[in-house]
């Protein structure tokens, strides 16, 4: 008999929110509009050739590596061409990872709510996941140190930056109390980071893996570049990046040569940082935008985050008296009705779900959309 597996609700909902009359707040899109389509039509003419039609080494391309090592030393993560992978998106790094290091009942311990694709995969490595209470400031490192103590997990999950879905970023104090645990208990730490240069105010945050050498770091090309090439990659000690190599070469051999190809070409002849700043530029217009619209749009007692950046607005909707147990699960349909679209919480919970919460992404519409859909949710959560 095949095994069953759930697939994932957002990419479910996707489907359902392809009607261009629908507002979606669903998926965590950039804004296609963004997209440098000259810029990387450019660099893939400049790239092809027979060499980046060819099959390439499994590590990735040379010159890539050495472009994304330097971006990252200079924001502050030092980091050396062989300190990385090159994966087909961070995805790709996750499943690696979880492939390298975890036995079917191995333990991993998440953020509550956390990233409904990594759970995904914990679940299909047969791990049991255990879940670390935490706040608005991110994971709580004491309830971190006594899940160690209780569980001897082998492997933390966290996306300390603007998470998804909640928006939250942990606190430098909590990232060194968190890394100090993992180095005193032995613990690999996955740090899921596509988000961190996409920040609308205050300063950056080291990032996790610049406070400890059990940080497997993970970054991508998608939220800043475009999703469609699936670049990707993961920074990891020497200790473990042979068996990661090793790995990568079962799943497929090596990422897309001329996409690689393309995207250091990109890197070598525009600005990135420039292109960055483009899109903090709009999508701080657009997260002010929903921010402001919230009050009109949700029942009053509504909780919600106010992110310093990445994509996702949380929401937590009343529960109790005169307003009953609401289930955001059971609202899709009637805002799909009313052509808007968003995504409902459970699904990010590891165990028990919170069942009054969704997530909205307000990164792919305008702000005249967003008011608009604003407006067509009010008339779903009022």
Not at 66 to 79: E, K, Q, Y
Not at 97 to 114: I, M, Y
Not at 352 to 381: C, H, K, Q, W, Y
Request: proline share 7%.
């Amino acid at each position: 008999m095949p095994r069953t597996f759930s697939s994932s609700p957002v990419r479910d909902l996707l489907a359902l929110t392809a009607r261009p009359e629908v507002i979606s707040f669903a998926g965590g899109l950039p804004a296609p509009e963004f997209f440098d389509v000259d810029g990387l039509r450019t660099a893939f003419d400049q790239a092809l050739s027979r060499r980046s039609l060819q099959y390439a080494p499994t590590e990735g391309d040379v010159d890539l590596r050495a472009l994304v090592a330097d971006r990252l030393t200079r924001r502050g993560l030092p980091t050396g061409v062989d300190d990385l992978l090159v994966t087909t998106g961070s995805q790709q790094a996750l499943t690696l990872l979880v492939t390298a290091l975890l036995e079917p009942g191995a333990v991993v311990a998440v953020e509550e709510p956390t990233y409904l694709a990594a759970l995904q995969c914990f679940r299909l490595a047969g791990a049991r996941i255990v879940p670390v209470a935490g706040d608005e400031h991110g994971m709580d490192p004491a309830a971190l140190a006594d899940v160690i103590t209780r569980e001897r997990p082998e492997l933390l999950y966290l996306v300390p930056t603007f998470a998804n879905p909640t928006g939250r970023t942990l606190s430098l104090e909590r990232r060194a109390e968190i890394a100090a645990l993992a180095d005193r208990h032995g613990l690999w730490v996955v740090e899921d980071d596509p988000y961190s240069e996409l920040r609308y105010r205050g300063e950056p945050v080291p990032a996790l893996a610049s406070l400890s050498e059990r940080v497997l770091y993970a970054g991508s090309f998608s939220k800043v570049g475009a999703p469609g090439m699936r670049l990707g990659w993961l920074r990891a000690p020497a200790s473990i990046m042979r068996t990661l190599v090793i790995v990568k070469q079962a799943a497929d051999l090596h990422t897309s040569t001329i996409d690689q190809a393309a995207a250091a070409v990109y890197l070598k002849s525009h600005d990135l940082d420039e292109h960055v700043r483009g899109l903090c530029a709009a999508y701080r217009e657009r997260r002010d935008a929903m921010i402001a619209a919230l009050p009109s749009t949700v029942p009053d007692g509504t909780r919600w985050s106010d992110p310093d950046g990445g994509m996702f607005v949380w929401l937590t909707l009343p529960n109790g008296v005169g307003h009953g147990d609401v289930d955001t699960a059971a609202l899709v349909t009637s805002a799909l009705e009313r052509d808007v679209a968003f995504v409902p919480g459970a699904s990010f919970y590891a165990t028990t779900p919170d069942r009054s919460t969704l997530r909205l992404s307000f990164t792919t519409n305008t702000t005249a959309e967003i008011a608009e859909g604003m407006r067509r949710l009010a008339t779903v959560l009022r």
